[in-house]
């Protein structure tokens, strides 16, 4: 099963690379809206990775996208918090369309991948190809023809300190600094 699952992700991901354009760097002192794509155990720490984004950027909209397990009784699925179960999956491993829908009508300025959990079904990197985005960045991922930066950074580092190495990195970019 996992086998498959794997095979029509992996398709789907050479798709999207095959129509991948130029990335666009975000203007960060122009209201990014950001998401968030963190693995289900780092959702326990948005509160701490929110008033990080709101102290280093101002922000128009930050969504945080998990695949999860069973929906977190503590939040509650809104424009904030996009979470995506096994049950959003058709049998060969495709998102369905309806959750598909709901996910592409959100629009970033800005990606940023932290999952950092074995990606054997590919789940996470299927998920970002469907962010409709113009910027993804991560710290160290398994497919870095999906990201427009890759930052390398230990596996122990902390997610907040890496928000704030990101930052300088765009300001740097952008000629902010």
């Known amino acids: 099963m996992k086998a498959i699952v794997r095979f029509f992700r992996?398709?789907?991901i050479n798709r999207f690379l095959k129509r991948k354009k130029?990335?666009?760097l975000p203007d960060i002192a122009k209201y990014p809206s950001i998401a968030i794509l963190l693995d289900q155990d780092q959702f326990k720490r948005y509160k701490e990775i929110e008033e990080v984004l709101k102290r280093l950027f101002v922000l128009k909209r930050y969504t945080f996208i998990t695949y999860v397990d069973a929906?977190?009784?503590d939040v509650m699925q809104t424009d904030r918090y996009f979470f995506l179960r096994k049950?959003?999956?058709n049998f060969w491993g495709l998102i369905k369309q309806?959750?598909?829908e709901s996910l592409l009508c959100l629009s970033f300025d800005l990606v940023i991948d932290f999952t950092r959990m074995p990606d054997e079904e590919l789940t996470n990197t299927y998920i970002i190809t469907l962010i409709n985005n113009s910027f993804r960045m991560t710290f160290g991922n398994t497919c870095p023809a999906l990201y427009d930066m890759v930052i390398d950074s230990k596996k122990d580092d902390d997610m907040l300190n890496r928000i704030e190495?990101?930052?300088?990195y765009l300001s740097m970019l952008l000629g902010l600094r």
Do not use: G, H, V, Y
């Open 87 to 89: 049950e959003d999956f």
């Open 71 to 73: 929906l977190p009784k």
């Open 22 to 24: 130029a990335c666009i």
């Open 165 to 168: 190495i990101l930052k300088n």
């Open 10 to 12: 992996q398709k789907a």
């Open 98 to 100: 309806m959750k598909k």
